[in-house]
């Protein structure tokens, strides 16, 4: 019953991707009309076709299919006419990405034009248009574009970076990166440099977080490579990289976390088992524990039980039981319950028990006591939350 229960709670984790593809087809005013009507011989669309077509000589509804190579074939002085013809249509999440795709376009070629028609735009409409504006404009004049990101705010020159990056202009970015002071927007763009480079090509991306000085910014660098060597190469080189990052704040940390995340994600139970059984050392083992095990759990709630018996100190044992035990309090307080009286002694299950209890009582106090006496906690343990759940009866 745990077994199931527990394997339940993976349904309620879900990752999401947001993808769009240009659909084929012809454009709306060629919509087929429905074969002639029976009765009188008439040519009549149907109700689909109806709300398709285009009257003749009309303005079309949607964004013509062939919009991309459109873009693609136009000069500067065609893109106003576009835009105009994009304003002009219903809103749609395709005209939105057509009008992304047209500022890009347009920021490249001409960059003063695309930001005078930007003005127009409603705030958050134009703030879009400018972030598109910039991420061509970065591909043909990237100081220019900087200089204007930076006169209006540092934060606008992460869709710099985003175009230079999409153009493989890392050198440009490393060069943007070191004239920024320490601050949240130098850290954004050491995210975007280590999400490239864990794409695009690991080794190099290795290379450059080497020369990082210590700071969030490493930190962060070290969590992404981390992922993407262990997505995308082998686990041994992931944990590797980890194990190599200097301690005292050079991202170890960050690195092991993100890499046995990903682990927890692909490896079985036997594959656990070899490298945990004998890590490069105790430490290691201990700190790829804590955040292995709650990715494990869903998937292998026995074995990751075994797993934790391998903690090397009570510390890291019952760090990561009480780790677990608040997630699966989240959704199941009985599950949560078994999983502490399995995993945590009865100091550290203490809190979050208490905790728990209290969270559950207000919703439904009388299903909560009765978890609490169909248990396995101790006598004492039972007492001490029975008397929490009273007060909310």
Known sequence: MFRRRILVILVIVSFGLLGYSWPKGRHPAAAPLAKVASAGGKSTPSPSDAQRIVPPGGPPTSVPADFAEQLAAADASALPRLHAELLGLPASARRTQALARLFRRWGALDPKSALVAAESAAPAERSAAEDAILRGWATTDPDAATAWAGANGNARIIPVVQGLLESDRTGDVIRLMEKLPADSTRTAVVSNLADYFGTHDIAAGIGWFNTLPNGEGRLVAAGTLGRAIAWNETPAKAIAFATSIPGNGGGRNYAYGAVFEELASTWSPAEARAWF???????????????????????????????????????????????????????????????????????????????????????????????????????????SLLSIISQFK
């Open 277 to 383: 059984s004998a890590p490069p050392t105790d430490a290691n083992r201990d700190l790829a524990l804590r955040t292995f095990i709650p990715r494990f759990v869903p998937r292998f709630p026995e074995e990751a039980l075994a797993l934790l018996d391998l903690a090397s100190d009570t510390a890291t044992r019952s760090s990561v039981a009480t780790t677990v035990g608040n997630k699966l309090g989240q959704s199941s307080f009985s599950d949560a319950v078994e999983w502490l009286v399995r995993a945590g002694s009865v100091e550290s299950r203490k809190a979050p028990l208490q905790k728990m209890a209290t969270d559950w009582a207000r919703r439904d106090a009388e299903g909560t006591a009765r978890d609490v006496r169909d248990s396995d906690l101790t006598a004492p343990e039972k007492e």
